[in-house]
């Protein structure tokens, strides 16, 4: 069986002075190709920490983490760089858009970090067919003051998209966003996994965690629960509930 995420018996220790702060303690994950996984917890869990070992931008103490096959533990600062470019998407809470640039631009951005050379043409046609999995294929030229919140969000998914990677990561993608809005995040995400792409989601709300297959707890640095989701939402009948609803009446 191969792996998207592989984690054994992996620490993350925190030393100030004379106190040790064990933030991930012993935790080993497997997490296979097409899955999409919710990691919840309350503030000072560990999931955070937890996310930034996944997504390469912290290392861990003691422990190994294979990343696609690549064991990420051992590689150095560029190491991990370039697995970040080229295995992981990131989708942060603030959509992190260059505001003087189109959506298609800001898309674009990832490829012009890649290792090998991408050229301009091709760039734009990536960018383009990203922007099309995410249903904005006709904002490309818009900048982000011309989109909503909903449609900023898209535009960052799609940018986490246009190197095509192993592992999408996404840190409270709608915690700007409002009720409905955040369902349409969440069936753009239920339908990219659907195609087969790997999605790890942390969240602190249950009902946002309820759109995910699994969904791990963490409390103390542990993982004290990893179970399948039931009664899963769909996001897509969702939003279409909502638009069948009758509009507010206003009263006089």
Sequence with gaps: MSYVIQLEHVWKTYRTADVELHAVRDVSLRIEPGEFVAIMGAS???????MNILGC???PTQGHYHLDGTDVSTLDRDGLADIRNQKIGFVFQ????LTRTSAAENVE???MYARQAVGSREMRKRALEALDMVGLSKRADHHPNQLSGGQQQRVAIARALVNRPALLLADEPTG???TKTSIEIMEVFQTLNDQGITVIMVTHEQDIAQYNKRCLIMRDGVVRSDEPVRN????????EALAAEPPAVSLP
């Design 44 to 50: 000072g869990s560990g999931k955070s920490t937890m």
């Design 57 to 59: 931008l912290d290392r």
């Design 94 to 97: 603030g959509f992190n858009l």
């Design 109 to 111: 951005l990832p490829m």
């Design 176 to 178: 700007n966003l409002d």
């Design 232 to 239: 899963r939402f769909n996001a897509k009948a969702q939003r």
